[in-house]
């Protein structure tokens, strides 16, 4: 059996009065791609930041969060570095840019962090991760600043950024809702080609069904902070066992729904 990349046992955040999960058990396999979907304000993104180590320091955390599989050569339960051995895609390309730096330095700056490279070898891999991720001309481009790229721009400077550490783990926080619909598309198709070629696990958080449909092993569904279906995502999607998923699934929408069909509502008290 495969190991598992991420462990989550009876995960739950509070803030105070607040709770935003609940008991959440969870595994990601090494190298899968797990799609957590779910309502805004379902717990999906405190999930993301949770395992990142990335929650705030008022947030009440209980249970676990294990990374077996993380770096068999070192010291086991050793916590997981930020940049190196996770990396994160955030939903706003231009708030995880610093906007007075250039975008050469920025990425070279993680990648002596966190790879020991000298200032010269970190801007020549800046330069390759940049054309990797198909800006063009990236090399004459390392010393331009994020407001002179489009927004579809600046998310693959983000995600050439969030590799540049050489992480096991890649967190996208909805890296595509900021986004138009064609962008969206090229974004996501660079996304699945960069994470199957670097044998990347994969925790993509979505609100998408669609998306999640077409890029992921298996899926996640959160409600009201509590994990109330998952498993693969043929199965989840099209035999949902859970009320909350089949009213998730049947407010989908697509273009090939007719015109003039009321769109269904999700009724929460119902599904408690």
């Known amino acids: 059996m495969t190991e598992p990349s ?18 959440v058990s969870l595994q990601i396999a090494r190298g899968g791609r797990l799609a957590l979907i779910g309502e805004s304000g379902s717990g999906k993104s ?12 008022q947030a009440h955390v209980s249970g676990s969060i294990e990374f077996p599989d993380l770096d068999r050569n070192a010291t086991p339960g050793r916590k997981p570095k930020l940049g190196k051995d996770i990396g994160v895609l955030f939903q706003d390309p231009g708030g995880s840019l610093d906007p007075v730096m250039k975008i050469g330095d920025q990425i070279a700056e993680v990648i002596m962090t966190h790879q020991g490279m000298g200032w010269i070898s970190a801007r ?3 330069a390759e991760l940049l054309d990797r991720v198909r800006i063009p001309k990236a090399l004459s481009r390392l010393n331009n600043y994020p407001h002179e790229f489009s927004g579809g721009q ?11 550490g050489h992480p096991s783990l890649l967190i996208a926080d909805e890296p595509t809702s900021a986004l138009d619909t064609v962008v969206q598309w090229h974004i996501v198709n660079l996304l ?14 979505t609100h998408d069904i669609a998306l999640a449909s077409e890029r992921a092993d298996k899926i996640a569904v959160l409600y009201r902070g509590k994990l109330v ?44």
């Open 6 to 23: 991420v462990r989550i046992r009876n995960l739950s955040v509070d803030y105070g009065d607040t709770v935003a999960l609940s008991d």
């Open 46 to 57: 405190t999930l993301a930041m949770a395992i990142a180590g990335m929650l705030p320091r």
């Open 124 to 126: 020549v891999r800046a």
């Open 154 to 164: 600046k998310q693959r400077i983000a995600l050439a950024a969030a590799l540049a």
């Open 192 to 205: 699945d080609e960069l994470v199957r070629e670097s044998g990347l696990t994969l925790l993509f958080v």
């Open 229 to 272: 279906e998952s498993g693969p995502s043929a199965r989840v999607l099209g035999k949902p066992e859970h009320p909350y998923t089949k009213a998730l699934i049947g407010a989908h929408i697509s273009l090939e729904t007719p015109r003039g069909r009321r769109l269904a509502e999700i009724n929460g008290d119902d599904l408690v």
